[in-house]
C-alpha cells in the first residue's frame, strides 16, 4: 500500500471513530422510572435509570448505549417526612458492556449497553420522590450537562382501595435546577385524568418551556409539527396534558444557554440543562 492510500485510510479511520464515538456520547438525556405507582407499605421500590431519547430533538423513548455516570452524579430520595436518603449504594449495573474495535483493532471504546437499577424500601406511608441528579462537562465539546430526573412512587397501608385517594407530597420542590413539579397526585392516574404541572428554572416558573410528553413506544412528529404531545408552558411555567392511552409516559424539558466556566478542571463555552418526571398510567376504571 503506498503511503498516499495509507494516510487516507488513517484519515478515513479517525473520522469514523470521531463521529462514533461523539454519536454514542452526544447530548443523550437520562430518565429514570419505576415499575409501579403504588406499592404497599414496606414493599421495595425498583428504579430504573435508564439513557438514551436521543433522536428526534431528544424527543423518543428509546435506549442508546450510554448509562448515568455514578461518579457525576446524585442519587437521592426525598420520604413522607421530608427526609433525604442517598441509593447510591444500591445501584446495581444490569448491562453488559463490550470493548468495540475500529481499524484493525488500532482504536478501542467501551460499547455501554443496559442501564442502572436502585431500590429502596417504601417504609412510611405517602409519597417518595427520587430524584437523580448529573453534572458533567461532556468529552466531544466545550459543553455543560446538566441532567435533572424525578420518579415519584406512593406508598400506601393497604391494598384496598389502592389507587383511591390521592397522597400528599408529589409538589414538594426538590430544588433541582430544571424541575418539574406536578401540580396533582401523579401516582393515581388512569386513562381519562390530566396531570397538571409546573417547570421550575432555577427555582423560577419557566415561561414559554418547550415541553414533550412521550409515549412510550411511539415516534413523535418532528420538532415544530403541530401535536398533542409538545407542550408549552404559560407565563407560570404551568402546563396540562390529558393521557389517553395506559402506558410508561415520559415528560421532558430542555435548555440550552451561552453559560461559560470550568467545571472540575475542564472548560465549557455553553451549557445544556435537561429535566424529566416519568409516570405510568394505568387504563380507564370504570365507575361504581
Known sequence: MNKTRKNSKQIICLLIIIFTLAGAAAAHDGWIQSNVMRVLQGDMVY??????????MHRDYKIYPSKWDVTKSTFWVHNPKGEIFDINSTIIDVGK????TFCSGATTYTDKNGYLVATFTAEEKGIYIVDVRQDTVVSYAPERSIKCSKAIVGSVPSTMANYGSSLAGFDVNCGQ????????DPTKLSVGDTLSFQILYKGQPLEDGEVSVIPRGKT???????????????????ASFTFDEANYYLIVVHIETDEGGILNGKTYKMTKYTGTLNTIVRPRQLKH
Open 47 to 56: 428504579i430504573d435509570m435508564q439513557f438514551g431519547n436521543h433522536e428526534n
Open 220 to 238: 413523535l412528529p418532528v420538532m415544530g409539527v403541530p401535536n398533542p404531545y409538545d407542550l408549552m408552558t404559560d407565563m407560570d411555567g404551568m
Open 97 to 100: 458492556d463490550t470493548l468495540q
Open 177 to 184: 435546577v430544571l424541575e418539574i413539579v406536578p401540580l396533582n
